[in-house]
């Protein structure tokens, strides 16, 4: 939505000083986003707008790209007949013009269209052409998409040993492109190839073999920041760790879920049909893997045809049934009737009813999840069974980008206790509540509006410090510059502030990729007083535990690599530990859920466990969830270092 905006603005300005191929990128950039978004209509427009001008200045080059984009959008449609028209109207002109790459694209546009109308005679032909042309122009990316797609075809065929090998030239190729590439770069790239590991995943399940599945789950996920972490490490620790996968993933998962004595659930949404019209009907899938803390794997699978509206949309409406409001009184908008139970309730029919005989039955045994794309926003502690019992009430509960990042979170947190051993000190505990507040423009065209003060997050922050007899950061002593020097020195770090989730994107003055900021205090002339999530990023932290007690510090932009923002910059910068919140939370019973998680930590040195003993004690006085289940532990449970090491 953002970059329809600013692409809106640049088609105006192209406009009015009549600069025709602006225009023409302004176009087309907005036909693609419509895209991304489902709103065809709007990107039809825009593309056919974008067509009669290329046509007027005779870029016949442009033509040919306007006409293979329209295609797409009528695919997208399932109106094949508009869609091959398109398509082979791209194609004729590619050819003219001897532009190789969109007559490449046309073909395999024109292949993917035959494999859904089960013309499978003529989709090879138009994919084999594709995957020449990719060879000859030295186009890998398409070359990965053309051999995709053939897998695609022999899948639909029943051919799956042929589909396999397709998938995982496929793969292979995709892999091979990540090579030299940096962090936010590798993730753009993977989120364009997920494609051919979902379909090699339908087809492995369909065999029953679910263990291969799962590695190719994890083979799909986290991989930037696993490859990160293990950079750092290697860097600072002379620790080399194995993020390849030509090793045996199956055993080193059983092995980190014995290692962490939790039992692991992992996550994967199928909505991609691969199926049609001449095959039995598809439906959307969720695939879900348990791996219990002795090493057996078992996986479930479950049917979505019965929802009524898309996962996603399930997600959302669940959250807003909630109706949650923000530290400074933010209003999240709540669908007026709507049923929070039962929306709760059918997310865990779906998401935990089908496994919960293979949870433990101890409440204090660790459940670590794994969730993907939207599951990454659900409320897991506030979902409900038929008997009304919330799941933080059976279970202790943390959660993961990936098996694998557990692994590297480990490592980093056996070199963190080492250092506070071997200095034989009590924790540095950094606690930053309510600064002074920065001005902030959140829109567009907006002059920057001072954010308010938050006066529970300020008591919080005191009442933490007295608790562990140290000094409290509050108004204009907890500045950007003051904070910033002092993060690497801490053990536990714990910031009460507003935390802006799209802080980034809108400015564009951070780091390209990395949305999110936290507020800290300005100083007139020197800071702005707004902590990026690109800053943090660069920084080397020692802390065991990062607790970001502000609004929607758990979401981002999310991708295969996980949730892109504030919790992903914490983790890269070294923290095996954060605590973040899925929305806007309110302020006074977070200030006393926090108080509480505190005070259970230092009883209990287990965080994943004191914060389920805190969220159960605050149901008693704050019952609806919206007062106690925003907050999750990501990474680490274990060790955190409130006295000396024994």
Request: one cysteine or more; aromatic letters at 6%.
């Amino acid at each position: 939505q953002k970059a329809i905006e600013y692409h809106q603005q640049g088609l105006e300005i192209a406009q009015a000083i009549g600069h025709r191929q602006w225009k023409v990128n302004a176009l087309n950039n907005l036909g693609n986003a419509y895209k991304s978004l489902g709103q065809y209509q709007n990107a039809i427009k825009d593309y056919e707008q974008s067509l009669y001008i290329q046509k007027q200045i005779g870029d016949r080059s442009g033509v040919a790209a306007s006409e293979i984009n329209l295609a797409g959008v009528y695919l997208s449609l399932k109106q094949h007949q508009q869609a091959i028209e398109k398509y082979q109207r791209g194609l004729e002109i590619a050819i003219e013009v001897g532009h190789q790459q969109w007559e490449a694209n046309a073909l395999r546009g024109l292949g993917v269209t035959y494999i859904f109308l089960g013309q499978y005679q003529q989709a090879n032909e138009q994919l084999s052409q594709s995957l020449i042309i990719a060879e000859e122009i030295g186009d890998r990316n398409g070359k990965a998409s053309s051999l995709t797609y053939q897998g695609v075809l022999l899948h639909a065929q029943d051919k799956l040993v042929e589909a396999e090998n397709r998938y995982r030239e496929s793969i292979e190729i995709s892999e091979s492109l990540r090579l030299g590439l940096q962090d936010f770069d590798k993730v753009s790239l993977f989120d364009t190839k997920t494609y051919a590991y979902r379909q090699l995943q339908v087809l492995l399940v369909a065999e029953n073999r679910f263990g291969e599945a799962l590695e190719l789950a994890e083979r799909s996920r986290a991989r930037a920041l696993a490859e990160l972490l293990a950079s750092k490490l290697l860097q600072n620790f002379g620790k080399q760790l194995d993020t390849t996968f030509d090793h045996n993933i199956l055993q080193e998962i059983k092995q980190i879920a014995q290692q962490h004595s939790s039992t692991l659930v992992e996550y994967l949404i199928i909505d991609e049909p691969i199926k049609v019209q001449d095959k039995q009907q598809w439906y959307p899938q969720l695939y879900i893997w348990v791996v219990k803390p002795i090493g057996e794997i078992a996986f479930k699978q479950v049917d979505l045809k019965s929802l009524n509206q898309s996962l996603a949309e399930l997600v959302t409406n669940s959250r807003e049934s909630i109706g949650v409001r923000g530290r400074a009184g933010i209003e999240i908008i709540s669908k007026p009737g709507a049923d929070e139970k039962q929306r709760l309730q059918q997310l865990h029919n779906l998401l935990i009813k089908p496994i919960a005989d293979l949870l433990p039955s101890d409440p204090n045994a660790h459940v670590i999840f794994i969730p993907h794309r939207e599951l990454f926003l659900v409320p897991f502690a506030a979902l409900q069974d038929e008997q009304g019992k919330y799941l933080i009430e059976k279970h202790t509960i943390l959660f993961a980008p990936s098996i694998q990042l557990l692994n590297l979170t480990r490592q980093k947190l056996e070199q963190l206790e080492t250092r506070i051993s071997k200095l034989n000190k009590f924790t540095d505990i950094l606690i930053v509540g309510n600064p002074s507040m920065p001005s902030v423009s959140l829109k567009i065209g907006e002059s920057a509006q001072k954010l308010s003060s938050l006066p529970g997050a300020e008591k919080e922050a005191l009442e933490i410090a007295t608790l562990f007899n140290t000094k409290a950061f509050i108004g204009a002593e907890a500045t950007k510059t003051s904070i910033k020097s002092l993060l690497p020195k801490a053990d536990i770090i714990h910031l009460a502030t507003h935390g802006l989730l799209d802080y980034g994107q809108l400015q564009g003055q951070v780091r390209e990729g990395v949305p999110g900021a936290l507020a800290l205090a300005p100083e007139e002339g020197k800071e702005d007083g707004l902590l990026t999530s690109g800053e943090i990023f660069d920084l080397e932290l020692n802390a065991s535990l990062v607790v970001l007690s502000a609004c929607d510090t758990g979401r981002g932009d999310i991708t295969s690599d996980g949730v892109i923002g504030l919790s992903r910059s914490f983790i890269s910068a070294g923290t095996p530990s954060i605590i973040v919140s899925l929305w806007a939370i309110p302020d006074a019973p977070t200030s006393d859920l926090m108080k509480e998680f505190y005070n259970q930590l230092k009883l209990n040195p287990n965080k994943a466990q004191a914060l389920r003993q805190a969220m159960l004690k605050m149901m008693k006085h704050h019952p609806h969830p919206k007062d106690w289940a925003a907050f999750t532990l990501i990474g680490e449970t274990q060790a955190t270092v409130l006295s000396p090491t024994d």
